[in-house]
Nanobody
Framework: QLQLVESGGGLVQPGGSLRLSCAGSGFSLDLHAIGWFRQAPGKEREGVSCTTSGGDYTNYKDSVKGRFTVSRDNAKNTVYLQMNDLKPEDTGVYYC???WGCGYYIQRDDFSSWGQGTQVTVSS
């Protein structure tokens, strides 16, 4: 059974950092593009980043460039989203998803397997 499990969310003050993890089971994450998405209350789910299966290309939503970084640990079958200098507008449920490639736009339709999400709240 293919499964993605996110962890690492929590409450953090503005300017703080969190590292989210996306652990895969039942399949190898290194064979898939991995996307990170987030959904704020009352808003559509939006793409935050996408990294290709080889890890040679990653694109980011403009508002997180320079603050968020994706990395892979293939031995642990895990992808990470390091989030620094967090802002209140980064608040939301963060999801990871597995797909087959990264387009110019990070779109939900490009991903077929999803995790259950982890809550990130940035507040003082």
């Amino acid at each position: 059974q293919l499964q993605l499990v996110e962890s690492g969310g929590g409450l953090v003050q503005p300017g703080g950092s969190l590292r989210l993890s996306c652990a895969g089971s039942g399949f190898s994450l290194d064979l898939h593009a991995i996307g990170w998405f987030r959904q704020a209350p009352g808003k559509e789910r939006e793409g935050v980043s996408c990294t290709t299966s080889g890890g040679d290309y990653t694109n980011y939503k403009d508002s997180v460039k320079g603050r968020f970084t994706v990395s892979r640990d293939n031995a642990k079958n895990t992808v990470y989203l390091q989030m620094n200098d967090l802002k209140p507008e980064d608040t939301g449920v963060y999801y990871c998803a597995a797909g087959w490639g990264c387009g110019y736009y990070i779109q939900r339709d490009d991903f077929s397997s999803w995790g259950q999400g982890t809550q990130v709240t940035v507040s003082s």
